[in-house]
């Protein structure tokens, strides 16, 4: 039987690593010219593979080019906006919009965003032995049975529908999506870690079994296997209102979103006191663009090749440094 269900009922563990604030030291520049101030500086790490290797890229860049410290905090999407607004973190690597737009209005002018993206897309995604063997070519196609059906692998009578890891705030607005369509009384919305969901695509792929999966892009799926975005309406503001559970116990209850996502994009993100504090940093990361090729590699290199981010990090810096210049001129 082709399980995937236990494991993917099992969420990330955010590592607690608590407020984490240093004494800014004075280093002295050679030749006596000035100044420069050296900190620990709190990288948050969210749990996905290209934004832990981008956090690992700025840690290498501000140890590198400013004497910094880094040091890298664990944190789910809307706890480490929540660390930034009180002080206890000052970089986000990845932040996603449209996912946390109503979380960054809330903690307001603590966090500047880089006004440098990279274009991203999110929705259902098939593989391709699922559209052979089903037919599905639609999201809303998860709503009829006989197709729900080809999923089912634990003989519950629902399909299993891996909707991301506990920690996003995309696997609420998935949710969302699921009762507005429908497909959450066909479909077992499974919640976990991203690597395991993965592991179980790669599965399908090899053993031509069918699987459906939310899906973002840049991401290395792409690249290893044939993968299909399934189809749905276009965004409609008129048809989408998602409701923060910080907001509402009953959030879920008073939340829709009957059309695919809108537009999205991804961007570097820091606390605003930095551009005072150390604007030498903040520069640096206002600064800093990726390509779409960029973060899709960083994801094979730490889900396909196996590699830490730690790694994957220095060897993206030792590839690019040509680039990385050009960020500090």
Request: aromatic fraction near 8%; hydrophobic fraction near 45%; charged fraction near 20%.
């Amino acid at each position: 039987m082709f399980r995937i269900d236990l494991a993917l009922k099992r969420g990330f563990r955010s590592g607690r690593m608590g407020a984490l604030r240093s004494v800014v030291a004075a280093a002295t520049l050679l030749g006596g010219a000035g100044a420069a101030c050296a900190a620990e500086v709190i990288v948050g790490l969210t749990a996905w593979p290209s934004a832990q290797v981008t956090g690992h890229i700025i840690g290498e860049l501000a140890a590198e080019k400013f004497g910094d410290t880094p040091v890298f905090l664990e944190r789910g999407s809307v706890g480490l906006l929540t660390a930034i607004a009180k002080g206890e973190a000052d970089i986000y690597p990845e932040l996603w919009s449209p996912n946390l737009d109503a979380a960054v209005q809330r903690v307001g002018g603590s966090l500047t965003i880089s006004p440098r993206s990279v274009a991203g897309h999110q929705g259902i995604c098939a593989t391709s032995a699922a559209v052979r063997q089903t037919g599905i070519r639609s999201v809303a196609d998860l709503t009829k049975p006989e197709i729900a059906a080809a999923f089912d692998t634990d003989d519950d009578g629902r399909g299993e529908l891996w909707i991301g890891d506990g920690s996003w705030f995309s696997s609420n607005v998935e949710r969302v999506r699921a009762r507005s369509i429908g497909y959450d009384q066909t479909m077992q919305l499974l919640e976990g870690a991203e690597a395991v969901a993965m592991a179980a695509v790669d599965a399908g792929s090899a053993l031509d079994r069918p699987v459906v999966f939310y899906c973002y892009s840049p991401h290395h799926v792409f690249v290893l296997h044939d993968i299909v975005v399934l189809e749905e309406p276009a965004y409609d503001a008129a048809r989408w209102s998602i409701v923060a559970p910080a907001d509402d116990k009953d959030w879920l209850a008073h939340s829709r979103a009957e059309t695919g996502w809108d537009k999205s994009s991804l961007s570097i993100a820091f606390a605003t006191r930095l551009t005072t504090e150390r604007p030498e940093l903040a520069e640096m990361l206002a600064r800093m663009q990726f390509e779409p090729g960029d973060i899709a590699a960083m994801s094979y290199a730490v889900e396909v090749d196996g590699k830490s981010p730690e790694a994957a990090a220095e060897e993206w810096l030792a590839a690019n440094r040509a680039r990385v210049e050009g960020w500090f001129k």
